[in-house]
């Protein structure tokens, strides 16, 4: 659907990838390439291990056996890679994690002065530019409180994207808003895979899922279980697991 | 800018006429309830109403009396010290505390590789220093750790051959130790404020990049101060009162010169009831403060 997608260029690579919670088997030989510019939105039933392996490719999980390679670096224990690594991608959560005692512009400025090291000035336009992309620029001086779920989504999002990211991943971005706002959140997104923007989604939001992803990923206790286009996926699930669960969702 | 979503909703938001509130005969259209004036009588805050009146009170009978001005202007003579300790102990504790209480809330695991094994390993290391002294400190009468202070540790330091500026029995001794008493009780305070700092705010500083002391500093520490400001004021205001055990080291606060006067003449009650009034005028002072602070920083997030 984005039709930027650089099929020379794996920016994500997992390889064998394994982890445990204590006993608990989270993710099971996961691997999976993206392709730069490419979308693939993750589904799958609760616990089925979709956020870990989001979080596993920022190291806010730590994987425990395989092989996990971003824009060509090595994901390891080297605190140097984990670092550079965070600084190419951006990620949304379910809760927004704004930082309440800042104002919106205060969110979107802080890590582009600490971490990319950027004059007030600059931090300054570039944060209301992104401010002004997702649609909340008025609310610029406001706390993070005083605005609306979808509203603090969508500035959340422009703070991950002050960073220059190469790489968007969202945990669940829309499951903790009203039916009203997802729609709010949902079309920024939109708007940033169509740019080219390679996005990883882990999404209970079907109608997303056939409108935007190039791919689709179908998880299930810690497995990938299938994997094709959003069209041939839903409409023609070949793992019963699979059917089971659209049969149940649809 | 306004999307096209944005403004197909303000479009369908022209064209559908909202519905006229129902209106039936004989009933009234809703109003708001309006607000009683009688909301200020319990807004007022009666008890500095009484405060005041009966300090001004307090203040024209000391001023009126030869006698209760007498020991007025005797005891406010140590009214300097017991204000540079408790402030210089309290800034103390304050750093100590702060630091102490970082230290602990972060208890490091193992590191990885050769340069994060050495810094966690240090870490461990200082973990158990800063919760040792908490634990011990925390458990100490300030009292005994005072004369304890004043009269073995400093002599032994001396003896050491370290070249102390002040004697032991002095008011830079006092400050110490009533630092170090206080700053393992503010170690635990800011401890409980850090911990209340919800998890998804700290992963996404990490997802952003930013390091671990960088978090701290522009996350952690700004939000802690609003939730520990109550117990903060309240520390303070104990650290007031309990500056009067700098008597044990023979320091002429308010404490000691009362003890003095009223051992001179017996006359015990009205000497403290002149105590009574002038701690009371610097901890109802301070407690103000500290309200006016919590008002604050309370309205600046909304």
Known sequence: ?250 | MVSEADSQRMRLAEDVPIAPALQIEGIPPAKPRPVTPFIYVYRFPWWILFLVVVGIYIVLSIAGDPEYSEYFRRLSAGVNITLQVSFGAYAGALVIGLFTGIVRSYPPGPGQGLIGGTINFIRLILYHIVTLYVELLRGMPIATLLVFGAFAFMPALRQAGVDLPFRGTSIETAIIFLALAYGAFLSEVFRAGIQSIPKGQLEAARSLGMKGYQTIKYIVIPQTFKVVIPPLGNDFIAMIKDSSLVMLLALNDVSQLAKKISGSNFDYIDVYLVVAFIYLSMTLTGSLFVKILEQRLKTKER
């Not at chain 1, 997702?134 to 603090?152: F, N, T």
């Not at chain 1, 708007?191 to 990923?217: N, P, W």
């Open chain 1, 1 to 250: 659907m984005s039709g930027h997608i650089n099929r020379n260029n794996r920016i994500i690579q997992c390889y064998g990838v394994n982890k445990w919670f204590g006993k608990f088997w989270v993710l099971k030989d996961i691997n999976l390439e993206v392709y730069e510019g490419e979308v693939v939105v993750v589904i799958g039933p609760s616990g089925s291990g979709k956020s870990t392996l989001i979080r596993c490719l920022n190291r806010l999980e730590e994987h425990q056996a395989g092989e996990i390679i971003i824009d060509g670096i090595l994901l390891d224990n080297n605190t140097r890679n984990v670092s550079a690594i965070r600084r190419e991608v951006g990620m949304v959560f379910q809760q927004f994690n704004l930082f309440p005692h800042r104002t919106v512009l205060g969110n979107v400025m802080l890590a582009q002065r600490i971490v990319r090291r950027r004059s007030k000035q600059e931090a300054m336009q570039t944060a209301l530019a992104l401010l002004d992309r997702v649609g909340i620029r008025d609310q610029a001086y406001k706390h993070p409180g005083q605005l609306s779920g979808g509203q603090q989504q969508r500035v959340a999002i422009a703070r991950a994207l002050a960073m220059n990211p190469r790489i968007m991943l969202f945990d669940e971005p829309t499951s903790a808003l009203d039916p009203e706002m997802i729609k709010e959140v949902l079309d920024v997104m939109k708007e940033l895979a169509r740019s080219g923007m390679t996005m990883i989604v882990v999404t209970h939001e079907m109608g997303f899922a056939k409108e935007v992803a190039d791919r689709v990923i179908f998880m299930d206790s810690g497995r990938i279980v299938e994997t094709n286009t959003p069209n041939e996926l839903f409409d023609n699930p070949k793992h019963p697991r699979l059917q089971n669960f659209l049969a149940q969702i649809l």
